[in-house]
Nanobody
Framework: VQLQASGGGLVQPGGSLRLSCAASESIGGVTVNGWYRQPPGKQRELVAALSSLGIITYADSVKGRFTISRGNAKNTVYLQMNSLKTEDTAVYYC?????????WGQGTLVTVSS
């Protein structure tokens, strides 16, 4: 199974981007869909997570600005990012946790700069 993340790019501060993540095939027993990011020179951190029960968790730094959601297609998840700040610059990774494995996308670069 491969996860394909897309939607990254260069955006000015205050702008918006929507990241998408799609699995190459159906994954059963999914428990959590998540987005992580790794800023330059820093460790990977959780941005947002959406459990199979609908429980959503956001990093404090993105609350009120980012929204995680599932798409109509199975194993598709989005991250709507609004009011972007320079400190949001990072490589963003999607992940899917299932009952048998954790899957990671290849990462998509988001650069927030004027």
């Amino acid at each position: 199974v491969q996860l394909q993340a897309s939607g990254g790019g260069l955006v000015q501060p205050g702008g918006s981007l929507r990241l998408s993540c799609a699995a190459s095939e159906s994954i059963g027993g999914v428990t959590v869909n998540g987005w992580y990011r790794q800023p330059p020179g820093k460790q990977r951190e959780l941005v947002a997570a959406l459990s199979s029960l609908g429980i959503i968790t956001y990093a404090d730094s993105v609350k009120g600005r980012f929204t995680i959601s599932r798409g109509n297609a199975k194993n598709t998840v989005y991250l709507q990012m609004n009011s972007l700040k320079t400190e949001d610059t990072a490589v963003y990774y999607c992940s899917i946790v299932s009952s048998v494995a954790t899957y990671w996308g290849q990462g998509t670069l988001v650069t927030v700069s004027s």
